[in-house]
């Protein structure tokens, strides 16, 4: 058993890992989809309204709450699975709930890329509203995400992925780890 949680500032490449993973038969639960299914429960756009939603629901249930919502989802995949990947993690106290869980089996991988690339891609995607559309700016994102203990999440991992080259390059790290492990790309931990 092996749970490889991922964590990363917005636009860093999560979503393409967790893509890759997919591609590979891996299962992946995305701690971001128990967001926006809070928000179309209560009535909200979970574009416009995401990060209201995550502080929210952390107020209600405690700075672990997403983390804790997941674990269901990566236990009942873990039942036919060797493998699950958990995108999306926010903070040292979701890495911590996973420890808990999971132990020695638990890894955590940030993935990093440059604020300016990060940009581009989150333009280029079109699921995220901008600023002008009511959204976050990359900015607000970040401060949002880091004020969760991202910082501390990403200074928690214990491989870094870079996603400042191709897409390519990037998704080949991606299947390298996923099925050679974390040793298999722990000299392209350095960036």
């Given at each position: ?55 929210t629901l952390r107020e209600e249930n405690g700075p672990g709450a997403i983390a ?82 991202m910082g501390e999440a990403m200074e928690m991992a214990d491989v870094t992925v ?16 996923l099925s050679d492990g974390p040793d298999a790309i722990a000299n392209e931990d350095?960036?």
């Open positions: 058993m092996t749970v490889i949680g991922i964590v990363g500032l917005p636009g860093s490449g999560k979503s393409e890992a967790a893509a890759v993973a997919r591609e590979l038969g891996v299962p992946v639960v995305t701690m971001g989809d128990v967001i926006r299914q809070a928000c179309r429960d209560r009535g909200f756009d979970p574009a416009t309204h995401h990060g209201e939603m995550a502080r804790e919502a997941s674990l269901p989802m990566i236990e009942d995949h873990l039942s036919d699975a060797d493998t699950v990947v958990v995108d999306g993690i926010r903070s040292d106290v979701e890495v911590d709930r996973f420890v808990d869980a999971f132990g020695d089996e638990f890894t955590l991988v940030e993935v990093h890329a440059p604020r300016a690339l990060r940009a581009e891609r989150l333009d280029l995607r079109g699921r995220d509203a901008t600023a002008e559309e009511g959204g976050e700016s990359l900015d607000e994102r970040d401060e949002r995400e880091l004020s969760f203990g870079a996603n400042d080259a191709s897409l390519e390059a990037f998704q080949s790290t991606v299947e390298r780890l350095e960036r």
